[in-house]
């Protein structure tokens, strides 16, 4: 009888093992209830972020943002801070010129938008408020998202922890997967095997 299925099956096995290998090393070492930046906070995946503003209901608040280069990706987001399930924001996006680069309306706490900046120049976000209670918002801005410190910097947050333990995930899934296969091909296998044993008897 082959063995394919019971090889490709271990080979799952192993890929789930070094998953869980992954994940153990970058889990934090400390003790149950502790802080701490394991799980980056969406401030620290921007190069630029703002202070905080309160914003009253029915109200806007201008955030300004210059682009020191033409033609890259500038990626923006909003974060409320104090958020509450019936907070709602409006942004409009322009420059000093008056053109512009977008609106958008989000019920969400967070939320990251992009787009190609054609010149260096400053851009405006009008925030407007159009819950019925005070929020706090911070604006986060990157220039060239590739390029973003938070998303190279060996030492940050998301390289140290949240890519390996991605790169984990996607191990365990195909180990899985592959597992799977095994056993399905084990059962072909046994099966042809069967049928041949059944013609010489």
Known sequence: MKKRGPIVAIAGAVMIVMAASIAYSVLPKMPSGSGGDFFPSPESLFDTVSDKVTIDAGNVYTFSHTVSTAQVPLMWGVHIVDYTPDDSVAISISNIFGDKFGSFTENDPFFIKSFDVPKADSYTFNVANNGKAPITVVMLFTENPEKSKALTDPNSPFVKNILPL????????????????????????????????????
């Open 166 to 201: 991605a790169k984990a995930g996607f191990l365990l899934i195909i180990g899985i997967v592959v597992i799977i296969s095994g056993a399905i091909l084990s059962v072909v296998d046994w099966r042809k095997g069967k049928n041949q044993s059944s013609r010489y008897i």
